[in-house]
């Protein structure tokens, strides 16, 4: 857990927006290894265990599943308009993108991944709610199409910031749908200078872990 991504972190308790108290028991240059997040709110505590934040007791996913690849990576940053360096999350099996993504200049923030990727700053595991603070990340690509991870995912994207999300989910209200297919969606934030329409490929071999 890189150190300076926990300010963006929040509670994921509904109540009002809050910072979280850091307690650092181990670390590795500026990483976070071993530590604790407490809100100042609710009380509520979320451990910070071989570099990875928990906000809840999520199980591992399969080892089944097909991580992304590097030509994923490629593609999903053309889907989210990486064309400046920023602060990305790819959840689920997004995550093998990290490589790839990183290596073209953005921050990623690791969400749910089966494994520990390559290429990540941060991996968090969180199954209902991101646990970012609002307006924070430039570009959230989602393998799961829970509500709760949809509406938090999009109150965390800067204003014209694009989501990727299965294609069976609902848009989260605040968000328009630039493109769709069988298997994904693109949508960005309104406001800002939110861009134009974009084409998916055809042919996809990345699976949603809804099926």
Known sequence: MFIELIDMLRCTRPHEDSWLVATFHEMRERDV????LSCPVCT??????????YFDELS??????????MDDGTRIAAY????????VVL???WAGAAASVSGMGSTVIALN???????CSSHVRSSDVLPMARETVDGIALDSGAPGLLESAAHALKAGARLVAPAAASVPTGLLKLAHDGRWWVAARRGGGASG??????????????G
């Open 80 to 87: 989210l308009n990486l064309v400046e360096p920023g602060v």
């Open 44 to 53: 509520a505590r979320y451990p910070i265990t071989g570099g990875v934040a």
């Open 33 to 36: 290894v071993q530590g604790l």
């Open 60 to 69: 591992s996913a399969g080892d089944n599943e097909a991580d992304a690849t």
């Open 197 to 210: 329409p974009v084409q998916i490929a055809r042919g996809q071999r990345h699976k949603s872990s809804d």
């Open 91 to 93: 959840g689920g099996t």
């Open 113 to 119: 991944s089966p494994r520990e990727p390559d290429g």
